[in-house]
């Protein structure tokens, strides 16, 4: 049995800052990759930033260089720093794991969702 509890989504200023957050926990032998994912009404799912367990980073062209991704490995935890963000980021953001348990099962888990609404 494996969640993750997002926290830090809410109402911003464009030009303003967000910071969320995405905690692993349970029966959890490894986490491995761990992501940002968004929605907006009327649209699909989209990937916004990805890490790897080793930090390696990856960003949708629409958020580079206003976005950054970080973990802490030792916490479990996923972050999404979003500066300077627009009317066009708002979304439900989800937040997603690669999860190996403890019983050698692995699976890939979400996150409730958290509304992120940025105003103009």
């Known amino acids: 049995q494996v969640q993750l509890v997002e926290s830090g989504g809410g109402l911003v200023q464009a030009g303003g800052s967000l910071r969320l957050s995405c905690k692993a926990s349970?029966?959890?032998?490894?986490?491995?990759?761990m992501g940002w994912y968004r929605q907006a009404p009327g649209k699909q799912r989209e990937l916004v930033a990805a890490?790897?367990?080793?930090?390696?980073?990856n960003y949708a062209d629409s958020v580079k260089g206003r976005f950054a991704i970080s973990r802490d490995n030792a916490r479990n935890t996923v972050y999404l720093q979003m500066n300077s963000p627009k009317p066009e980021d708002t979304a439900v953001y989800y937040c997603?794991?690669?999860?190996?348990?403890?019983?050698?099962?692995?699976?890939?888990?979400w996150g409730q969702g958290t509304q992120v609404t940025v105003s103009s």
């Open positions: 349970g029966r959890i032998y490894r986490v491995n990759g």
């Open positions: 890490i790897t367990s080793g930090g390696s980073t």
């Open positions: 997603n794991a690669d999860v190996l348990d403890t019983r050698g099962f692995g699976d890939a888990y």
